[in-house]
């Protein structure tokens, strides 16, 4: 278990008065206090980790979010800012100390513009609604977390979240234009706007990614997308795990940049064909997931150019869908890993780290021998193009030493990442999760670096405090 | 005070031997001008500084993986350099970044060499393909570089993916040797295209143009270049107006592009079309803004504003005696004529007014120290400046002035 800060007694004493004074910044309306409606948010996608705030708050006005924090920073009350809470490295924990500011009421969408190709939105939005609401008129809002049913933007910009096709359009920063920011002091700051490329500092690529620490994000502006034609996925088995790291590498170099390029291996592969019936091969070790898009003659000429590439390596299945049914079919499996391997195993630690793709065999080997050293059973879904591993760590919760098990082989994957000149985290951000392992990867002068621009933003530590920096320097 | 020429410039060979250098201003107090090639020299406030870095010796490609679409170089190798030793593997810089030294190079003589890819990351410079594909800061993976007190920094590192850490890549990125010396970086690269095809569209206005680029950069059908000429004659002969849309593809996919968008334009007109060979050095001359052409004594600026609103800002500031020509969509205005504080002044009004940016280029030394060459900061915003400046550089060394004054 990861340690967390003991709450400032002279704060939870405080409770009542806290309370108070955030019902006449906010309203009653806007306030949670009491225990029970206080649980549901006592923890995020990372559940093995709870702690019930002191107050909740749900502003829905930018107004109100300063107003709140404003409050928070001149009382040195720490603050826990939330969107959905579907973080999985502890994004989102609360603390028993802290007011949990979250944007979920605010969530309207302000602004579509098809000649300018933006959308402006609050920071509740759901990641879903954003296409949603742009693609009747053939557009879509590039960046798709598996997680997009749920999390938010706030939550994206926040995690700099990717998805499946970021190989093409990038992760979150790279779609943005500007956001709203509400700064510690209560002041509103617009970072960026609906033009490309910051004159100064680049404040819009600074705070994307940070994880709450420097201030509260309450609308954002994104890039939306014309969708391409059509697309349409091809399977491909292989009966080794290096040899599908190399049809990987083919592919890129002959110049084919898919849409999305995710590779399983067999644990991953059963886990999702008993889930999904979804028709993946069994005998296969490693499995390749590849989409191409772009009309449909375009899509011909693609597939049969990397049929003829994956064809060199000896497959051991290889399926093209010839329709929109057919790439469905082939997703659904993917689609439903973390679900699957729920099945085999209610609880289950999913991490996030990156390598480069040259380096999958020996990512594989080491993942394998740690998962028999530790005895707890390892499966294995890859965003194959860029590197990101999401190994998925089983474990029994019911068994504090089997979780203790599991996080110690998670630290020891991410390590081994690192080593292999990755790093800690591709998708999910540091959280709790990660924190005490950031020197593994950066020094003590980088460190300090990073510590001294937290502290140019937010000079009392308050926001989100005992993240993403290890515990020993918050 | 005019910039220091050349050489009285320290370009050490080695990241230490930089960091020592700064670390010796550091503890002097001593403000340092940074540099490159200093090929723009011009873009920005003059440095008062009694002595400058440059990493302009430190050269080379450190990692270069193709099928990994990552490059590493120190910051003074040239970006030439590594254009050619990506085309040899069939890939390219993704963000086209200019060469600007026939605009902003040094006001007192000739630049130092070509511009280097410390230089285009530190002024996050792209060039067409921004509409399209991002911009510059945005294939930066990992950076190493040197901060105000001589400490070597990193952030970031050799993979496609990573959300670890504040990310300083992009904070470095556009802010010009403010906050560190950059010393190294890491770029995302990707496949070049087989075939370049534009479509050309004479005699438009400005408006029915921008209609034009944005109902191609709003089909499915890939334009990564969007940009309009006022006046086409000098690259493309006479016809008046030149609306560009170029497509980038496998060969065999440009017939049905081009065709398909030329069928989706005509209601805004007749499409010319041009093969590779003619559309390479076309796009080049925008990217590179040739087209401006400016005199000697003539300023030149860039505004980034929502596309829609640039015909608007075009016309402004041809009201106010400047001349120009849009790129990104409409988004990317560029604009030359007199080096004068009303031109800065029109197009301070123009950016305003269209609620966007602007930078100055290059423009006499007294009036870029005497008017802003980007937009001021709101009070809380140039507090945050500050502090973050404070936050890498405590003495202010690096760079002093050079994008606010008193920064
Ligand atoms: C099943 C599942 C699948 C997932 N798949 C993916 C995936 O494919 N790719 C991926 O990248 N992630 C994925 N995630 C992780 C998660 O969904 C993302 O990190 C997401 O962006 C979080 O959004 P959220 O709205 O839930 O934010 P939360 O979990 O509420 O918060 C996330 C972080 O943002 C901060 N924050 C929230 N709101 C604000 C605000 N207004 N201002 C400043 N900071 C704020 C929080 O403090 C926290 O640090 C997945 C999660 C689950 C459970």
Known sequence: MLAMPEPKAEILARREEIVAALVARLGAGNVIAEPLRLKPYETDGF???????????????????????????????????????????????????AVVIGVARMNAILEVDYADRLARVQAGVTNIAITRAVEGDGFFYAPDPSSQLACMIAGNVAMNSGGAHCLKYGVTANNLLGVTMVTVEGDILTLGGDHLDAAGFDWLGLIT??????????????????????????????????????????????????????????????????????????DAEALLIIEVEGSTEEQDALLARLQAICARHAPSTMRVAATAEESLAIWKGRKGAFGAVGRISPDYLCMDGTIPPGRLPEAMRGIGALSEQYGLQVANVFHAGDGNLHPLIMYDANDPASFDRAEALGADILRLCVALGGCLTGEHGVGIEKRDLMSAQFGPVDLDQQKRIKTAFDPGWILNPHKVFPLVDA | MPELTSPAVDAPTSEATLAALVAAAHAAGTPLAVWG??????????????????????????????????VSARAGTPVADIEEALAEKGQHLVAEPPDLSAICGPEDGMADGKPTIGGAVACNLSGPRRIALGAMRDQVLGIRAVNGMGEVITSGGRVLKNVTGLDLCKLLSGSRGTLAVLTEVTLKVLPAPEATATLVLRGLGAEAAVSALSAGLGSPFGVTGAAFLPDGAALLGPGGSATLLRIEEFADFIPYRTDSLSALLASHGRADRLDTAASLPLWRAVRDAVPLAPSTGEGVWRLSVRPSAGARALAALGEAGLRGFLDWGGGLVWAAGPGTEASQRAVMAAAGAAAGVFWTMRAPGPLRAALPVVPDEVPALAALSRRVKAAFDPKGILGPGRVFAGL
Not at chain 1, 216 to 235: H, N
Not at chain 1, 254 to 268: K, N, Y
Not at chain 2, 39 to 68: C, D, H, M, N, W
């Open chain 2, 37 to 70: 090639n200093r090929t723009k020299a011009a873009f920005g406030r003059p440095v008062q500084a009694a002595g400058a870095v440059s990493a302009r010796a430190l050269t080379g490609i450190t990692l270069y993986s193709p099928a990994e679409l990552v």
């Open chain 1, 209 to 282: 990614g940070s994880e709450g620490q420097l201030g509260i994000v309450t609308e954002v502006t994104v890039r939306i997308l014309r969708a391409a034609e059509g697309a349409r996925a091809m399977l491909v088995g292989f009966g080794a795990t290096d040899v599908a790291g190399q049809a990987v590498a083919d592919i890129i170099a002959s110049g084919i940049i898919p849409v999305a390029l995710e590779f399983m291996d067999r644990p991953c592969i059963h886990a999702c064909e008993a889930f999904a019936h979804a028709g993946y091969p069994l």
């Open chain 1, 47 to 97: 559940t093995a980790y709870r702690r019930v705030p002191l107050a909740v708050v749900l502003p829905e006005t930018t107004a109100q979010v300063a107003a709140a924090l404003k409050y928070c920073h001149e009382n040195g009350i720490r603050v826990v800012p939330r969107a959905a809470g579907t973080s999985l490295s502890g994004g989102a924990l609360p603390l028993e100390d």
